[in-house]
């Protein structure tokens, strides 16, 4: 059965928080624990009593026993119970878990860099179809977002039938597939609701655990047999293909545990009642708990506080806090004030026009948990027209070096020369899929004409064909290091008719900062410095990526907080970024 419900969002800016008055009454307390019915108990008694014998038999055989909780293979208390399983069992109803690597563990860096909400995730197991298809959702990513039923609206924009704005949904990060930000998101309400006859769109999950529409669950709440606080709205699930949950089991990306409902209704319950509270901690805590339960204790401590850690809170600050409807207006005021008061608000920029990422206060930073690799970036602006404006990161080099060899005709013998190719940003010249864009900024270059001038008359930056560039090296007129060639493109495209959009939106929204003339050739020089990027060049080129861009700072612009937690973090992350795709390990 498939949920995939015919709704969007009218806004988020009609979210309100969620108030101690409309908190849950009913769900949590509806499981009876009277009632064994649910075979995954029988089987775990199994499972856990063999695991007992073989530790046993274990400490006989060394003479030693442990009690501690941490280093057993399943827990059972008080008909609670949690076990990991062999990793090949999934089935619905099975749990994925999220398993921490240590912090200099890089073989997933790149969760931590554009899925932080997989760290430290529980995942229910709603399909699953052996090589073809398995979906679940995230059980421990609560928000403090309630929606009505006025929020939503059918995909033809009409409003919801016999909608209430008494109806409360709380609304949960289900994950990113039809998510919160799709136009047509899916919604699944969760609940624990006794069986009823009227409830024929409800599918069983596994024992009190249910999951139904939107539609399914405002049918129970008009009819009297439900409250809207009785179910949990998850917007967007997780999903995989064909081999893909297998192949990251087998990275060790995964535990695999099969858990009672119990256990889980009681960690929904704690998220539920502690998201205004502790929200960036709540989720947390649930799958340390299962962590625990399945004798994973010991990995806890091994990254608490770590680089994935500070980015899943960050993720939470800015995707599962939703301000009021007066912070809202606040915000969206300065936002306005910031952006009109921006001292290149209404600057001409084009091609030819150098650029840096702007200094950001100490609370925000919008390429923290994207687009890391324009934190501290230095840009080049290429082409600007109605569609699109294209540049190049400038100060990004690559593992991968530019080997230029000559024969030297005054010797007889061969010259070599390398430079490093540089990553300019994550598209391509569809029309020469092995273009390399080169620069120069050099005087003695342009009087003797070797490219042509990048832009309006006053630009520093020119252009040069490979060709020409190595003509010039050949010759002697230029050296190697004269030369900055990039490989990628940067694109910010525009609004119809272009009037809106492009970089030079960019500019005006307070991303980036055009660098003032008087410092374009300081900070091509600083950059001319750097290395073809390697484990031992990183911490150099890091460096000079740094010093280019405080060099390019304009007067009056914003001193940069480079020490507030954000910047430091935003930082890391760049690090992190460089060795996930430039650094050839």
């Known amino acids: 059965m498939s949920f995939g419900t015919p709704i969007s969002f009218i806004t988020l800016l009609q979210s309100r928080k969620i108030g101690p008055d409309s908190r849950p009454s009913l769900l949590y307390g509806q499981v009876d624990e009277g009632v064994d019915d649910d075979w995954r108990n029988f089987r775990a008694k199994l499972v856990m009593q063999e695991r007992n014998d073989n530790r046993d038999q274990d400490d006989l055989n060394t003479s030693t026993s442990t009690t501690s909780s941490e280093s057993t293979a399943g827990i059972s208390t008080s008909n609670s119970w949690a076990y990991e399983t062999d990793g090949q069992t999934i089935e619905k109803g099975s749990i994925i878990l999220s398993r921490p690597l240590p912090e200099d563990d890089d073989s997933n860096v790149e969760a931590g860099l554009f899925q932080q909400y997989f760290h430290k995730s529980i995942i229910l197991v709603l399909e699953h179809n052996d090589g073809l298809f398995t979906k679940g959702i995230i059980l421990n990513r609560p928000s403090n977002l309630l929606l009505s039923d006025d929020d939503f609206v059918n995909a033809d924009g009409t409003p919801l039938e016999e909608s209430s704005s008494y109806n409360q949904w709380k609304a949960w990060f289900g994950g990113e597939v039809n998510g919160i930000a799709d136009e047509e998101p899916e919604i699944i309400c969760l609940h624990s609701l006794p069986d009823k006859p009227e409830d024929e769109e409800s599918e069983v999950i596994m024992k009190d655990i249910k999951i139904t529409s939107l539609e399914g669950a405002r049918s129970l709440v008009k009819d009297g047999h439900a409250k809207a606080t009785d179910f949990l709205t998850f917007i967007g699930y997780c999903g995989w293909d064909r081999s893909q949950l297998s192949d990251e089991i087998s990275n060790n990306n995964w535990y695999i545990v099969a858990a009672d409902s119990k256990t889980l209704l009681n960690e929904l319950k704690n998220n539920d009642v502690n998201v205004n509270d502790d929200i960036l901690n709540t989720g947390i805590e649930s799958w340390s708990v299962l962590m625990k339960m399945i004798g994973r204790g010991d990995e806890i401590v091994q990254i608490e506080d770590s680089f994935d850690d500070l980015m899943l809170k960050e993720w939470t600050k800015e995707r599962l806090i939703f301000p009021s409807d007066e912070e809202e207006g606040d915000k969206l005021d300065g936002f306005i004030q910031k952006a009109t ?45 109605e569609e699109m404006s294209v540049g190049v990161i400038l100060n990004l080099p690559s593992a991968s070096a530019i080997a230029l060899e000559f024969e030297d005709t005054k010797t007889g013998g061969e010259s070599s020369h390398v ?17 390399l864009l080169w620069f120069h900024c050099n005087d003695d270059l342009k009087r003797k004409k070797v490219g042509s001038r990048l832009g309006p008359d006053g630009s520093f930056i020119w252009t040069v064909t490979p060709e020409d560039a190595a003509n010039a090296i050949a010759t002697g007129v230029a050296r190697a290091e004269d030369f900055i060639a990039v490989s990628g493109l940067s694109v910010w495209e525009k609004a119809i008719g272009g009037l809106a959009g492009g970089i030079k939106g960019e500019v005006n929204n307070n991303l980036f900062e055009v660098v003032d003339k008087e410092s374009v050739e300081c900070v091509w020089d600083i950059l001319l410095q750097q290395e073809v990027m390697t484990k031992k060049t990183a911490a150099e080129n890091l460096s000079l990526i740094n010093t280019a861009w405080c060099e390019g700072a304009p007067e009056d612009s914003m001193q940069p907080s480079l020490d507030a937690p954000v910047n430091r973090l935003a930082f890391r992350a760049l690090q992190k970024w460089i060795s996930a795709f430039l650094i050839d390990r």
């Open 341 to 385: 008061s921006s001292r290149d608000f209404g600057t001409e920029v084009g091609v030819g026009t150098m650029l840096r990422s702007s200094s950001f206060a100490s609370s925000y930073n919008p390429f923290l948990l994207s687009d890391q690799e324009y934190h501290q970036s230095t840009l080049l602006i290429i082409q600007d027209d």
């Open 419 to 435: 430079i490093p190719m540089r990553y300019g940003g994550r598209y391509s010249d569809a029309s020469d899929d092995d273009s």
